[in-house]
């Protein structure tokens, strides 16, 4: 077991892990920060993205020991004093999610994309997704979220 | 995922040390290549020695080309006004968004997965890999299915793409994986025409007949009533030898027409 | 007009918490001593188990237990239960092989569970797992659908001679032979129906946890139907009696049908709680999801239809052979056959209709309800067979439709296999589809297309399903073997506030509002006052889940079922109140008025009075809270027209859908926004299996080559459109509400809207699903 400390959501944390252990696990398990999801095992699906240092990443596909240091944000870091964040109303008010599993990874992938693309079509939304799957919605009302997120709410 | 004792390296020197103390450690860059194998229990190494801090990240330009370090994302090498455009779109290609922001060309390179990307890029590009014990030519770095010319404990430290005069890479991507089902990357480059396909066998590799075509006349129509035997093709659920054999055709003159 | 009733576009009360990290599904549960399941899958097809020596898994560190099949048995664990006896022909009910929890002497496909290491930590089950040793026989495997059935085949169960597992036919042969004899053209079709894996992103997964001293069972599920889950595992397996056995089916991550059967490693996880007196807890990887999940769909037909000389069809006839794995599952056999066969009259007059299915075993994974679960198969045959028969007679696809359709004024129909249309009108749905798509403006975009060096087709889709499942004494005559009635609690609180238990399941389908707004509208109580709770066995009375389009066709008129007995007691306390004659309260709005006077009373005061009776009617209850249970008369039979036009790069065959048009019949629509989400994910449903979706097995290995997102090719945001959704609504004969259900539509129209599209940039007669680019250049460059 190491030690591994880092900042989520802007809390510092630390916690004992196992080298194996991945960045989710220690999120979720640790942390019980469940809102990062886990849904495939090859690194495809998406549900998992939180952002490391600003970026969006697969906390999946992540050592937590990678993370040591680093500043994390996950979908429960979004919302500021009890608003959510202009991406999170936009799912809401455009309905870009049914089940809600991939929502959480959809959602960090999608402020990620904005930041770095910040008047995206619709094919570069729509390319720009393409690390996160979704079952449910058939990514129609997902693409008009990030339209309406990336107008400025 | 099998455990392992974790390390941070804080120099391609400092990896090597500690890759040479471990029983049997692997170093990791981006690790999302390394991670992906791990869970599945397909590798049980000793130890993981991560290179995210041994200052091996970075694009220097000069007036011959760009190196780049082996810890330098695709994000960051798909987004740098320093890295030629044909390069550019390589890296675009990888992945997606999220892997791109922490997969490394190092990475990429010495795993040399049949359907990655990169490997065409250096082959196409004649670039050089310097590791820690060497300079290695790309046409001399991608021996055969996941294997490359690196030694044990032989570590990447960045790759020099020599300037050519035009430039461009044209992917098919695999539907379901998004790897390279067929890629190509055609460059007229300081020693010629060069053509470099990767995801089509076990291995990227040059074009010769292909080269020699472009080398005659640079241009799509050139690669007219070429064909690519399928013998040694790959072949599976997604494409098979001779599917894949039309795309090598196909792509290099997408890639020509890219090219300009 | 009351705010937020039916009909507003009322935003997701669930999203607040979905959006915010703070949903609750199976695997965010943890329970103080939680152990963690592994399980030891078969890694062969088919093989004979000789021995297990589970010794070293045991001593491995942190393990907990190590259990086999054997050890259920001994503690009179019973096995996995298929629901359905289909009577086939010469009377013959569907063969049903004995399924174990842990399978025993032998494995039938890869990922059949053998045996299942408990221990601290998941990391440590799966350690000790690999110390599992399993001495196999390897035996020859079969996992073809065409041909498992043929002599010599590798053998499954001694209970199905052939691996035939039922030889099931429905309609009058004699009379479509008749009609093939006088036809004046006949048009064939071979086709598959791919096997698709369902793929909900939620992975399955399992908490088991026994309370010692009240000797009660609880298991967290990702179910679609935790009554159906107690009663399968309490009344056939024996975990525990419905009394003492609480199942708790949370947020759940879709389920598309994967999640409303019993599995093996649920019954592991509750019955093994109280085996150790721990929670043990089970979350699947996907790969183990691909492995063990149940499948959907892998037909392979024979479809032929008899024209007279203006086209219409005089008959229609069908062979088919659906795969239905290695074990039956909980509804399998009754998808292929009822599910399939009742819907192939289509919206079609054809009046004689006869199929003939055969439902074959093979070392694959159970197939079972996905998604349309046969309708989508018979659809897709049907409006396959229309276009190469409209290709027979040189006719235009619509207009081989329109001398076909069932008129409006000829409803209700009754079809010549079985169902009873009750509403619908066709020939409208699809003028609408034709001109919001210009279909008459095809020829010119294909031309402008042909110059860009791309290929341009459009296809149609005149799509009818069976929703709103089912009547129960109409399925119960068919051989399933539960009623399909659904049940809804609308309980007051004395101070106004309602809390609504449904016996449905939402799994993304927003039923938390869409289910309130049925309250409000009926009730007058403003929306944010009303909860909707499900998925709890010790909180709502017995529910039959959600499944085939159902929950609010049939749960939401339980659901104002048991508004209107609120209302009928309400009128008798506001009566005694205002002082006036039962008959003379009206109400409307969330009031409760005296007609023709000013005097009134708000519900949520009737509420109250209902809870404090200090000044009361004589005869009446206290308390406002009222129960109602709903079986249908009919299924309810949306139906519409899907036009897709597709862009094919011939040099690679790429194929882009560059415009996607979806007219559908879902009578009224309570939440158009979640209506209209529904839609696009049903599209992107079937558009996967159309053009990428395929689960493969090796033919010679039995090997799953499809396993993970790698190779099994799932819809991804840049492989679709945006779609043009409307609608063209009628009102159904047998449901309260007037609607009809829309989870399924596009799931079912999508998949023959996108290969006739195909067919027609190609100008072939067929090409088999998913149309990869591969196959699509491959067919292309044939076409020249």
């Given amino acids: 077991m190491a030690t591994v400390s880092m900042t989520v959501n802007g809390q510092a944390v630390s916690g004992e892990v196992e080298g194996r252990t991945l960045l989710v696990q220690f999120l979720r398990e640790n942390l019980n920060l469940t809102g990062t999801h886990v849904g495939c095992d090859t690194s495809q699906c998406g549900a998992c993205v939180v952002h490391v240092d600003g970026d969006s990443m697969k906390s999946c596909t992540m050592l937590a020991l990678e993370a040591e240091g680093a500043d994390v944000t996950t979908i429960e870091g979004l919302a500021k004093g009890g608003e959510m964040h202009p991406m999170q109303k936009a799912f809401q008010d455009n309905h870009g999610l049914q089940c809600g599993f991939c929502t959480p990874g959809m959602v960090m992938s999608a402020i990620d994309l904005v930041a770095k693309n910040p008047n995206p079509d619709e094919a570069t939304i729509r390319e720009q997704l393409e690390g996160n799957i979704c079952r449910c919605t058939g990514y129609h009302n997902i693409v008009k979220a990030v339209q309406q997120a990336a107008k400025g709410g | ?260 | 007009m009351v705010e937020n009733g039916i009909g507003a576009s009322l935003k997701r009360k669930e999203d607040n918490r979905f959006l915010t990290g703070k949903g609750n599904y199976t695997d965010d549960i943890n329970r103080p001593g939680q152990t963690h399941v592994y399980i030891v899958r078969s890694p062969h097809a088919h093989a004979t188990i000789n021995s297990v020596d589970i010794s070293a898994a045991k001593a491995a560190p942190g393990v907990v237990a190590v259990y086999g099949g054997q050890d259920l048995i001994d503690d009179a664990v019973g096995g996995l239960v298929c629901g359905a006896s289909v009577t086939g022909k010469g009377g013959e009910v569907n063969k049903t092989p004995p399924r174990n929890v842990l399978t025993i002497d032998k494995a039938r496909f890869v990922g059949d569970p053998i045996i299942a290491v408990i221990a601290e930590t998941l990391a440590q089950a799966k350690d000790a797992a690999e110390l599992v040793e399993i001495d196999y026989t390897e035996l020859p495997s079969t996992v073809s659908t065409a041909n498992s059935d043929a002599d010599g085949a590798p053998q499954l169960h001694e209970e199905c001679p052939n691996n035939v597992a039922l030889d099931w036919e429905l309609g009058d042969k004699a009379a479509v032979d008749a009609a093939f004899a006088a036809a004046h053209k006949t048009a064939k079709v071979e086709l598959i129906n791919n096997r698709m894996v369902t793929n909900a992103m939620e992975p399955r997964a399992a908490v088991g946890e026994y309370n010692s001293g009240t000797d009660e069972i609880t298991l967290y599920v990702t179910s679609q139907n935790p009554h159906v889950h107690r009663l399968v595992m309490s009344a056939f397996m024996n975990i525990a009696p419905e009394h003492k056995f609480r199942v708790v089916a949370p947020d759940v991550g879709g389920g598309f049908g994967s999640k409303i059967f019993t599995y093996n490693e649920e019954a592991i996880c509750a019955w093994a709680a109280k085996k150790i007196n721990r929670p043990v807890k089970w979350t699947s990887d996907r790969s183990e999801g691909f492995m063990s999940d149940a499948h959907g769909r892998d037909h392979v037909s024979t479809a032929e239809m008899a024209l007279d000389a203006d086209g219409k069809f005089l008959g229609m006839r069908v062979n088919s052979k659906g795969n239905m794995g290695a074990y039956l599952q909980l509804f399998s056999v009754s998808i292929p056959t009822l599910f399939h066969g009742f819907l192939l009259a289509g919206q079609y007059t054809t009046p004689a209709i006869y199929l003939e299915m055969r439902c074959v075993m093979t070392n694959t994974a159970p197939v079972d309800a996905a998604r349309g679960a046969g309708r989508p198969e018979a659809t897709y045959l049907l409006e396959r067979l229309v276009d190469v028969s409209a290709r027979e007679m040189g006719l235009d696809p619509a207009e081989i439709r329109r001398r076909n359709f069932i008129k409006a004024d000829q409803m209700p129909y009754q079809t010549p296999v079985v169902q009873c249309y009750d509403s619908g009108d066709y020939h409208a749905s699809l003028d609408k589809a034709l001109g919001m798509s210009d279909y008459d403006g095809f020829s010119a975009r294909q031309a402008e297309a042909k110059g860009r060096g791309k290929l341009r087709g459009i296809g149609l889709s005149s799509y009818i399903e069976a929703c709103g499942v089912a009547p129960s004494a109409a399925v119960g005559s068919l051989g399933v073997g539960v009623g399909l009635w659904e049940s809804a609690q609308v309980r007051f609180n004395p101070t106004g506030g309602v809390t609504v238990f449904t016996g449905t399941h939402s799994h993304g389908q927003g039923h938390e509002t869409a289910f309130a707004q049925l309250v409000t509208d009926r009730l007058g109580v403003p929306v944010e006052q009303v909860e909707v709770v499900h998925g709890d066995t010790d909180k709502g009375q017995f529910g039959m889940g959600t499944y085939g389009s159902r929950s609010l066709p049939v749960g939401g008129v339980a659901i104002v079922n048991a508004c209107d007995k609120i209302i009928a007691k309400g009128k008798k306390i506001a009566a005694h109140t205002l002082e006036a004659s039962e008959d003379d309260i009206e109400f409307g709005e969330g009031n409760f008025t005296v007609a023709g006077t000013d005097k009134t009373m708000n519900i949520a005061e009737v509420a109250f009075t209902a809870y404090v009776p200090h000044n009361y009617p004589e005869g009446v209850e206290p308390g406002l809270d009222e129960i109602a249970f709903f079986d249908p008369l009919n299924f309810s039979f949306p139906a519409g027209a899907h036009v897709c036009e597709v862009e094919i790069d011939p040099d690679t065959g790429t194929l882009e859908i560059v415009n996607y048009t979806a007219i559908d019949d879902f009578g009224v629509l309570v939440n158009p926004m979640i209506v209209e989400g529904q839609v696009h994910g049903g599209l992107a449903h079937g558009i996967g299996q159309a053009l990428l979706e395929g689960c493969v097995y090796d033919e010679d290995s039995g090997q799953l080559v499809s396993g993970s997102f790698m190779d099994y090719c799932m819809p991804r945001a840049d492989n679709l459109p945006s779609f043009n959704v409307d609608y063209c609504p009628t009102v159904p004969l047998h449901n309260p509400l007037g609607v009809k259900g829309c989870g399924e539509a596009g799931a079912i129209a999508a998949p023959p809207a996108v290969i006739n599209a195909i067919v027609n940039a190609l100008d072939i007669k067929h090409l088999d699903m998913p149309a990869t680019p591969e196959k699509l250049w491959r067919a292309a460059q044939a076409a020249g």
């Fill in chain 2, 1 to 260: 995922m099998y455990d392992f004792n974790f390390h941070s390296a804080s120099s391609a020197h400092d990896a090597a040390a500690k890759l040479a103390a471990s029983d049997d450690g692997s170093v990791m860059a981006g690790g999302q290549t390394l991670i992906p194998v791990l869970k599945q229990r397909l590798a049980n190494p000793s130890d993981v020695i991560s290179l995210a801090g041994a200052g091996l990240s970075g694009i220097t330009k000069n007036g011959d080309g760009v190196t780049i370090g082996a810890t330098t994302t695709h994000a960051a090498v798909a987004g740098s006004g320093d890295v030629p455009a044909a390069l550019r779109s390589v890296a675009e290609g990888i992945g997606d968004a999220q892997v791109r922001n922490r997969g490394t060309l190092g990475g990429s390179i010495a795993n040399n997965d049949p359907a990655a990307d990169y490997p065409a890029a250096l082959l196409g590009l004649g670039a050089t890999i310097t590791t820690n014990q060497r300079d290695i030519a790309a046409d001399d770095f991608f021996t055969g299915l996941f294997e490359t010319a690196l030694n044990d404990g032989e570590i990447i430290k960045s790759v020099t793409f020599p300037n050519a005069t035009k430039a461009a890479y044209a992917k098919f991507p695999n539907p379901a994986s998004r790897f390279a089902m067929v890629g190509v990357f055609v460059a007229q480059a300081a020693d010629g025409v060069r053509v470099a396909v990767t995801g089509a066998t076990d291995c990227a590799h040059r074009g010769p007949k292909l080269e020699a075509a472009l080398s005659a006349n640079w241009s799509a129509s050139a690669l007219d009533g070429i064909t690519i035997p399928a013998d040694h093709l790959n072949s599976d659920i997604h494409g098979s030898a001779e599917y894949r054999a039309n795309l090598v055709i196909v792509m290099a003159k997408r890639a020509v027409e890219a090219a300009g």
